[in-house]
Structure formats: C-alpha cells, structure tokens
C-alpha cells in the first residue's frame, strides 16, 4: 500500500522470511497498481499472490499444478455462486477473473479458509486489505 505521504508500506517480516529461503538467488520485482477494493485489484491480489501461493503449497505436498491448473482446481472448489457474471450466459465459469465484484469478494473470503485446511494448510493474506 502506498500511503497518503507517497510511501510504500510493505509487509517486511514476511519479505524478509522469504528472502532468507532465497539467500543467493537473484529477485525479480513487480509494481502493479490498483485502486483499493477495485475489481482489478482483486483480481491482482488473487492472480499475483493467492493462486502462486496455493501452487506452492501442492507443490510441498508433491503435487505440481500450473497456475491455470489452480485457477480452475479452486473455481471446481468453491461452492458459491458462479454463474451469470460479466460473461452474462448463465452458465458456471471456470476461472476466477470471470467473476464479478462481489462474486470475487465471497470467493477470496473463502479461498483464505480453504487453503488454511489440510493438505494445503497454507496463510492466505487476508483478502479484505485490498
């Protein structure tokens, strides 16, 4: 988040656990820009962050998915309503950035419980700071 004084706010606690499982490596960083609670920063937040961290956590249980293959595993998943968004059909979609604002809302609320639950057993930044 950048605040209102025009600084960047990063979680560094986390930042710097992460750099430490990465010591010698060389990083590659993005800025993506996003008005808070926007629809594309949902989508941002689910695509950049939630869905590469799920994908982590199959992969320490050995099984390796693509992100495309994650995306698709938790809309298969989900148990909320799906249907009749911005594609407008009528019909289930099978991948989040089908869904709209609200759809997305509930849907990241809910990816946070799920993955905390075993196998994935993995924290999912909570989706209402976007």
């Known amino acids: 988040m950048i605040g209102t004084d025009g600084r960047l706010r990063l979680p560094m606690d986390r930042l710097n656990a992460c750099f430490n499982n990465h010591k010698g490596q060389r990083v590659t960083v993005r800025f993506y820009f996003d008005a808070p609670g926007s629809t ?9 962050y939630v869905v590469p961290t799920i994908q982590q956590a199959f992969r320490e249980t050995g099984e390796r998915k693509s992100e495309k293959a994650v995306d698709k595993f938790l809309m298969e998943q989900y148990p909320g309503d799906k249907s009749e ?40 930044e909570d989706p209402r700071t976007i």
């Open 40 to 48: 594309a920063a949902q989508q941002s937040y689910y695509y950049q």
């Open 85 to 124: 968004s911005e594609i407008g059909l009528g019909i289930d979609v099978t991948e989040a950035r089908h869904l709209n604002r609200t759809q997305m809302s509930d849907f990241l609320e809910w990816v946070k419980q799920f993955a905390a639950e075993p196998p994935l057993s993995v924290y999912v």
